[in-house]
């Protein structure tokens, strides 16, 4: 009779106690399950359902079957490996270097921009054809180059990828004066901050599908891309590769990295 009297609920030190753990029980969850997670390297999470997914160990952000939206789901449309281009053509690279006169006001008669964007001269047919899919599918978002990609066919991207990539790079006046010694994020990077080395694949000799050069490219423009790698506001990434570099990286850092190839 006392036992039962003991765990009743007109008990009130019984019914507190049980108030009690169900609040703790409940700001556990919220802890565990919501901000830890999203308060963690995955800042950019976009709503509750996915915080609480990857605290569950889901292995992708959560995507409803009524909510079909590529850009979000996938990273690119392009499917990268090494024999993604073939040999380069002399219709194609012809055909490119007609297509490519409505780029010349942006990125140099010849490929290479006096203007602050990205040298398009000597760079892999793979790269530039890459993010010139990812600008027209809305995986790489840009007010100005979206309009001037959208309707151009596969095609012609790769024309203009392998006219691009039959251009030597013309030499420019360095922005910045020459480091003396290579930076230690481009020779080997930061284990303890899960930080690869950026010349595994930005290196010349790494030959990289997709891998664009970096040496010579502007310092404002290397210096715009890393953060927004780093902010997560650009995700054409395969497999979430530049985010993943970029995401420890300090302004300091990111300062260092974009004078360092915009010398070279």
Not at 34 to 59: D, K
Not at 163 to 189: D, F, K
Not at 234 to 247: E, G, K, L, T
Request: with cysteine; net charge positive; hydrophobic share 40%.
């Amino acid at each position: 009779m006392n036992m039962e009297k003991t765990f009743s609920f007109r008990n009130r030190w019984f019914t507190w106690s049980v108030a009690i753990l169900v609040a703790i029980a409940f700001a556990a969850a919220l802890v565990g399950f919501v901000w830890v997670p999203r308060a963690h390297a995955r800042a950019t999470m976009e709503s509750l359902w996915e915080a609480i997914c990857s605290a569950a160990g889901a292995p992708a952000p959560y995507q409803g079957a009524a909510l079909p939206e590529d850009a979000r789901q996938y990273p690119s449309r392009v499917i990268v490996n090494a024999t993604m281009m073939g040999g380069a053509q002399g219709a194609s690279v012809g055909k490119g270097a007609s297509l490519a006169m409505a780029c010349t006001m942006c990125h140099g008669a010849r490929g290479t921009s006096p203007a602050g964007t990205p040298h398009l001269a000597g760079q892999p047919a793979s790269a530039t054809y890459k993010q010139l899919r990812d600008f027209a599918s809305g995986h790489r978002p840009s007010a100005i180059m979206q309009p001037l990609v959208r309707e151009l066919s596969d095609q012609d991207m790769r024309d203009l990828a392998a006219y691009y990539a039959s251009l030597e790079r013309e030499r420019i006046a360095a922005v910045a004066p020459v480091a003396e010694q290579t930076p230690r994020l481009v020779r080997n990077g930061d284990p303890m901050r899960s930080i690869g080395a950026c010349a595994s694949c930005h290196s010349p000799h790494a030959l990289r599908p997709a891998t664009p050069v970096l040496e010579g490219l502007s310092e404002t423009y290397l210096h715009d891309q890393l953060k927004a790698f780093r902010d997560g506001r650009r995700r054409n990434d395969i497999n979430r590769q530049m985010r993943n570099a970029a995401h420890g990286l300090s302004d300091a850092e990111i300062v260092e990295l974009s004078r360092y190839y915009a010398a070279r």
